[in-house]
């Protein structure tokens, strides 16, 4: 017997057939995530439950083999399905718990024109919010909180800290003055490229256009090209912009791949990060505070200045430590003004509400000089369950 012969066009209408399929289901995934949200109000249960997830990717491995799908495709495609629930699970009872914050159209700043990191933070942040965007770009950070600080935007959205270049202390210094509160926080992966808008060659590059930051973060790899000639520009999407115009082979910008392509740019070479693994946390401000709902992981920030005395920072840090709470970031800023006076900026995961952080904030008051919560915030970073395949 001879087999059927099938166009390609015969099999490519039945792949997107199979692909329409899994569209279908994923949304009636989604929408069963949203009845267990539900649920777990009635029984005050956490949204996550890693001992179900792990049962679920055991049994989908298994399940997988028996269609000849390899643990590693089954298990990526899950954790993917289940981040995606737990977000959208998270979003849903922040809504409940927040009625008045978001509005179905929410006016976001953020710095440099379309696809800037900022711009890109802030569309992957507000997609499982089921809020339409307007998006505002701005010149400058000072300048994303002010028009948030004045009313003209709803969420400002600024990047705080990166794995390669570490603090951004133009945001911190901005963070000890703005009235706004933190909200939100979204991490997410940079992957730098050196970008020319002509074909040309990497040894033909001696004029690279960038923002301080990745120029930062791409340090080792500017070393090794020797000699080039950097322009500052106010964002990776105005270098962007500026190489484009310019269509010239000696000029390159530092910039996102996809990005690039919507200036007509292509990438010369790729991961240029001086680490591998480059993610940039952003943080995402507001006038008003939001409170976090008890059944998801929530993360304060504090601001606060110790008594200059020895010790001081370590009676601070202490203070967490015997109430059992994670601290997950502690920074030192000067105060502007006062030579030699520190400002500390302390992330911790622990609701702002619990008992636990208001019994540890009274007593930081008794020790701190001057304290401020900048904000409590729901935990974005959906860790993979971890199984073994
Ligand atoms: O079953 C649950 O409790 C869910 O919340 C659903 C789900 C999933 O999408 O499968 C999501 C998050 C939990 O950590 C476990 C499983």
């Given at each position: 017997m001879t087999e059927p012969h099938?166009?390609?066009?015969?099999?490519?209408?039945?792949?997107?057939?199979?692909?329409?399929?899994?569209?279908?289901?994923?949304?009636?995934?989604?929408?069963?995530?949203?009845?267990?949200?539900?649920?777990?109000?009635?029984?005050?249960?956490?949204?996550r439950d890693q001992e179900r997830e792990h049962a679920l990717l055991l049994r989908l491995i298994e399940r997988g083999k028996e269609e000849q799908l390899d643990a590693q495709y089954v298990t990526q495609i899950f954790h993917t399905i289940i981040e995606d629930s737990v977000l959208y699970q998270q979003a849903y009872l922040q809504k409940l718990t927040n009625p008045d914050s978001l509005q179905p159209t929410a006016r976001?700043?953020?710095?440099?024109?379309?696809?800037?990191?900022?711009?890109?933070?802030?569309?992957?942040?507000?997609s499982k919010k089921q809020t339409k965007l307007v998006e505002l770009s701005c010149n400058t950070f000072r300048d994303v909180l002010h028009v948030v600080e004045n009313g003209?935007?709803?969420?400002?959205?600024?990047?705080?800290?990166?794995?390669?270049?570490?603090?951004?202390?133009?945001?911190?210094?901005?963070?000890?003055?703005?009235?706004?509160?933190?909200?939100?926080e979204i991490t997410e992966s940079i992957e730098h490229c050196l970008l020319t808008a002509v074909d040309t060659q990497l040894e033909q590059i001696d004029t690279l256009y960038s923002h301080p930051q990745p120029h930062q973060q791409c340090s080792e790899f500017l070393h090794a090209l020797g000699g080039i000639k950097q322009e500052y520009c106010s964002s990776t999407?105005?270098?962007?912009?500026?190489?484009?115009?310019?269509k010239?082979?000696?000029?390159?910008?530092?910039?996102?791949?996809?990005?690039?392509?919507?200036?007509?740019?292509?990438?010369?070479?790729?991961?240029?990060?001086?680490?591998?693994?480059?993610?940039?946390?952003f943080i995402v401000v507001a006038r008003k505070p939001v409170n976090v709902t008890p059944l998801i992981p929530a993360k304060t920030t504090l601001i606060m200045s110790t008594a200059q005395q020895a010790g001081s920072l370590v009676e601070c840090l202490l203070v967490l430590r015997n109430?059992?709470?994670?601290?997950?970031?502690?920074?030192?800023?000067?105060?502007i003004g006062n030579p030699w006076e520190e400002m500390f900026y302390v992330d911790v995961e622990e609701n702002l509400k619990s008992e636990l952080m208001q019994s540890a904030l009274e007593e930081l008051t008794q020790l701190t000089r001057f304290i401020k919560v900048l904000g409590c915030y729901p935990s974005e970073n959906v860790k993979p369950t971890d199984v073994e395949i």
């Open positions: 099938y166009s390609l066009d015969d099999i490519r209408e039945n792949v997107t057939h199979i692909d329409n399929e899994i569209l279908k289901l994923l949304a009636e995934r989604r929408q069963l995530s949203l009845a267990v949200a539900k649920s777990k109000i009635q029984t005050a249960k956490p949204v976001v700043s953020f710095l440099g024109a379309k696809g800037s990191y900022s711009h890109l933070a802030s569309r992957h942040y507000f003209h935007a709803d969420y400002g959205v600024l990047p705080i800290e990166n794995t390669s270049s570490g603090s951004i202390n133009e945001v911190y210094d901005l963070l000890q003055h703005t009235s706004l509160s933190i909200v939100g999407a105005e270098a962007m912009q500026k190489v484009a115009e310019l010239q082979p000696n000029v390159a910008a530092i910039g996102n791949a996809t990005s690039g392509e919507l200036y007509g740019l292509t990438a010369l070479k790729g991961n240029i990060a001086n680490q591998q693994e480059n993610y940039t946390r109430h059992h709470i994670n601290m997950t970031k502690l920074e030192s800023r000067p105060v």
